[in-house]
């Protein structure tokens, strides 16, 4: 059962529009949402996070919405630029076994079209 | 720079055959883990560890073994009895407890069999 759902697998974007990223999970008991972008053959890099105590964290072009009864987050950037063309992971974060966890969504791959 | 170094990048292994993946970090981070990323999946938690000579199995421990003798270091084996190894493994760092702390990740370690 996945606890955290990223349910577009892909997203086309102009260059210089919204890109907005979306992500739902199942847990109530996730502390922390961290969104993490990816390219191919590299490791996750962490772009931003958000506490579930906030609806709201902003850095720069990013900034990460937290709607906690809906269980809903999304990642908006704006304005979007080719070098955000990469994948997208959603990640929610709870206290397990005396160490935080994180439990991935399946990634959204967001292409900016030039 | 501090970070953290997998190797190789690429990795091929027979049937049968047990490999050993590398994973050291200069980051001074307590805990370490291990995920596996197939495509169009999030990652999965293999195994983790929070302190030298201590670890924990993840989501999907089946058939892979870890240790830990240093707190740079921490090698995962494939061993013959995981079944469907061909993956992309990363391998992550976190230096504090808090929940919103990113993990930092190395640029993985494809994994085929040939």
């Known amino acids: 059962d996945q606890q955290v759902k990223q349910n577009s697998p892909s997203l086309s974007v102009q260059e210089g529009r919204i890109s907005i990223l979306n992500c739902d999970y199942t847990?109530?008991?996730?502390?922390?949402f961290l969104w993490y972008k990816k390219y191919p053959a590299e490791g996750p890099t962490f772009l931003i996070s958000?506490?579930?105590?906030?609806d709201k964290n902003e850095d720069g072009r990013f900034t990460v919405f937290l709607n906690k009864s809906a269980k809903h987050l999304s990642l908006h950037i704006v304005p979007s630029q080719p070098g955000d063309s990469a994948v997208y992971f959603c990640?929610?974060?709870?206290?397990?076994?005396?160490?935080?966890?994180?439990?991935f969504g399946k990634g959204t791959k967001l292409s900016v079209i030039p | 720079d501090g970070g953290i170094t997998q190797s190789p990048k690429y990795l091929f292994r027979k049937e049968g055959q047990n490999v050993t993946l590398s994973c050291e970090q200069n980051?001074?981070?307590?805990?370490m883990y291990w995920y596996r990323q197939d495509p169009g999946q999030g990652l999965r938690l293999i195994y983790y560890?929070?302190?030298?000579?201590?670890?924990q199995k993840g989501d999907i421990a089946e058939g892979y073994s870890v240790s830990r003798e240093k707190k740079e270091s921490f090698p995962l084996t494939v061993t013959s009895a995981q079944k469907n190894p061909t993956a992309f493994y990363l391998c992550?760092?976190?230096?504090?407890?808090?929940?919103?702390?990113?993990?930092?990740f190395g640029d993985g370690t494809r994994l085929s069999i040939l």
């Open positions: 958000i506490s579930s105590i906030k």
């Open positions: 560890s929070q302190i030298v000579n201590d670890f």
């Open positions: 980051l001074n981070h307590d805990a």
């Open positions: 992550a760092s976190i230096s504090g407890g808090a929940g919103d702390q990113p993990q930092h």
């Open positions: 847990n109530s008991m996730f502390d922390y």
């Open positions: 990640a929610a974060s709870a206290l397990g076994a005396g160490s935080y966890q994180l439990t």
